[in-house]
């Protein structure tokens, strides 16, 4: 693996296990993400597939030692960017998109594949941003079942600073609020998947990291791997449910450490 | 109430933490019988009408129907968000 230094640490890994998403400010030459916004104001249609095409400084997104480090630690080093990718344009006054996955449900304990949502404005609540609900990811749950929820307690809007880029698990539950503003809300997706599962881990892994033991009076608060992938609980949902989740989360760490390597959770 | 009143029916489904109608909802999602009117997912944090079923139905509100605790059960999958309760209240609605 060549060096990358924008890796992400276990602290991060195992909050992305818990939660579904990471988000990243990419630190790109000064104008890129306005000059991009200004293109995507300008579209009359939308070329799907070929947005890079027509927009072309979008690969330096997807060159950005910030994106290829945070997509080797979830996907693996051999990870692979689709051919599909998609520009998202929330109209000004227009409304909810509700809960959604992207393709069918395919529930699975490891991380294969991963959303790339870039903003190149900034959003604000009141322009339709993206919403997710962190920690619906390992739900079995396809679009159909979601179609009685509306507002779901954890849920967050992806307001963000110009430049950002949030990854997301594939099957995190998503959609949009309305947008009231006078302003397009740009998101380009792209997608990405695993090509070969980890022998070893691909992020800033360090060993002692995996040495604290649980800490029962912190729990949520505590900030170590062992007490993120036990306790945090971002849906506030059930006892039966949240040792399910454990045991998931378990699994998909221990996936991505390579399955050698024994769990950290007691 | 007079019969020659129009009267609908209000659709509240609330997403219950367990079958228990006191354990704490998890999502709601209020369904007002207006032409025209469409459910919103919120930016900034919503208004959470009710923090239990039980809180609901102090209100007024009656379970129509409740959640199918003996569906199929997996002790190591994942699926939907919480318990479904859905109630109602049949009111004139100006």
Redesign the interface.
Known sequence: MSPNTHLLTDLEVARFIVNGYHMVELDLPDGVHEHIAEQLDALTSNPGDGITDTVPELRQVLEANAVTGALTSLLGAEYTVGPHRHWHCKEPHT??L??HQDATNN?DSRIVRCLGLYYPRTVT??M??T?I?PG?H????PTD??A??????G?I?L?VKAGTIAFTHFDLWH????NRSNIKRHMVKFSFSRSKDNTSPTWNHDPANLNDHRNWNLREKAATVGDILTFANP????QS?HY??R??RNQCWNDLMGSSIPTPLD | MPSNVPHRQRLL?L?A??PNVF????????IEPVTGF???????T?D?PYDTVHDAVVDGWQVIQFPHSQAPFD????????Y?FILQKIEIIQ
């Open positions: 409304g909810t509700h809960w529930r609540p009141d339709g941003p919403m609900v619906t390992f739900r079995n749950a079942r979601m009685t929820y509306t507002n779901i307690r849920q809007p307001a959609g949009t609020a309305a849906l506030g949902v059930s449910d399910k989740e045991a998931i | 489904y997403h933490t367990t354990s704490k909802i998890l999502a709601y999602n209020l469409r459910t919103e997912i919120k930016a900034e919503p959470w002790d190591k999958d994942l699926d939907v968000i919480g479904e």
